[in-house]
């Protein structure tokens, strides 16, 4: 259920960003709720966009199928710069995922539903 829903927000519906519509690694959720992050190392995927410690990236393209492997495109902006990256995207488990830039596939964060 969650990846279905998931999917369709990926892919640019107009929706709502609340809790309930992220998914991040531990200091990534930690924000989404309000809280102190635990590292500056957070990554929260939003149903349009890729926010990390000092930079945002905006969805722009979805390669693949979330329910088994897929590429993200993204326009980024951050500290007074603008670039483009790509993120690989696994899902492992129901509620768990992987997520890495292409051009730097040793850095593979772990995302869950943040609510």
């Keep these: 259920m969650m990846r279905s829903t998931f999917g ?49 990236c905006t969805i722009v393209g979805l390669e693949g199928d979330l329910d088994t492997g897929s590429v993200i495109h993204t326009s980024c902006e951050g500290e007074g710069s603008t670039w483009s990256q790509s993120y690989g995207m696994t899902p492992v488990d129901d509620d768990l995922y992987t997520i890495w830039p292409v051009e730097a596939p040793e850095q593979i964060f772990e995302l869950r539903q943040c609510a």
Aim: hydrophobic residues 45%; glycine residues 8%.
């Design 8 to 56: 369709l927000a990926v892919m640019g519906l107009p929706i709502a960003a609340h809790a309930y519509d992220a998914i991040g690694n531990e200091s990534g959720c930690d924000r989404v709720m309000g809280r102190e992050e635990s590292s500056d190392n957070l990554f929260i995927l939003w149903p349009a966009m890729i926010e990390r410690w000092e930079s945002n």
